[in-house]
């Protein structure tokens, strides 16, 4: 199974800064099969990104998606009060379909 | 818009079974291609993929689960299930049903959730 590992756990930051989240993968995630998502506590997982760069429906363009093979990457441009919460990636490249660990966003 | 919504016990004992029943509404669960997924997530703690099943029936499992689960789909109910055999007090989770879509460049993914149930296993 290809294990995803999120990078930093925490990140603290204050409204208005940018926010770099890595997604290393054990093995090459081939076709772009990766996607981030969002919780906030008491709520689902919500999509942000697809096919690694793609936006899911509604999601604001300070949320972008990069990366190729086993490295990628979630950019806030610009944080805001509500992007507070845990942060996935999920792999659907090969079954079985893996998320990463999470990586916490706090706002400062 | 498509919902959906989980249900099933709150309180499993040990060694028993965990059923649930993710509700489609506003949508055909067998209608258009999508895949139906169940994820799991233990308090505090990351999202665990437990399977999924297409329209047509079709199932792949989590091999750390395979032996244990099953995944259905009742179309007369619109109804996605889950059986989970043999549970232990690690079964205890947030069970969250939801829907993969298949992009229009060939990768699937999980654009609908549901808002989950939490399932505790004890005696």
């Known amino acids: 199974e290809v294990v995803l590992t999120q990078s930093p756990g925490t990140l603290s930051l204050s409204p208005g800064e940018r926010a770099t989240l890595s997604c290393r993968a054990s093995?090459?995630?081939?076709?772009?099969?990766l996607g981030w998502y969002h919780q906030k506590p008491g709520q689902p997982p919500r999509l942000l990104i697809f096919?690694?760069?793609r936006r899911a429906t509604g999601v604001p363009d300070r949320f972008g998606g990069s990366g190729s093979g086993t490295d990628f990457t979630l950019t806030l441009s610009r944080v805001e009060p509500e992007d507070f919460g845990v942060y996935y990636c999920?792999?659907?490249?090969?079954?079985?379909?893996?998320f990463g660990q999470g990586t916490k966003v706090e706002i400062k | 818009q498509v919902q959906l919504q989980e249900s099933g016990p709150g309180l499993v004992k040990p060694s028993q079974t965990l059923s649930l029943t993710c509700s489609v509404s506003g949508g055909s669960i067998s209608g258009g291609y999508s895949y139906w997924s169940w994820i799991r997530q233990p308090a505090g703690r990351g999202l665990e993929w437990i399977g999924r099943i297409f329209s047509t029936g079709s199932t792949t499992y989590n091999p750390s689960l395979e032996s244990r689960v099953t995944i259905s789909i009742d179309p007369s109910k619109n109804q996605l299930s889950l059986a989970l055999n043999s549970v232990t007090a690690a079964d205890t989770a947030v069970y969250y049903c939801a829907r993969a879509t298949e992009s229009n460049w060939g990768d699937w993914y999980l654009d609908l959730w549901g808002r989950g149930s939490l399932v505790t296993v004890s005696s």
């Open positions: 999920q792999q659907y490249d090969s079954s079985p379909w893996t």
């Open positions: 096919g690694v760069f």
């Open positions: 093995q090459s995630v081939t076709g772009n099969f």
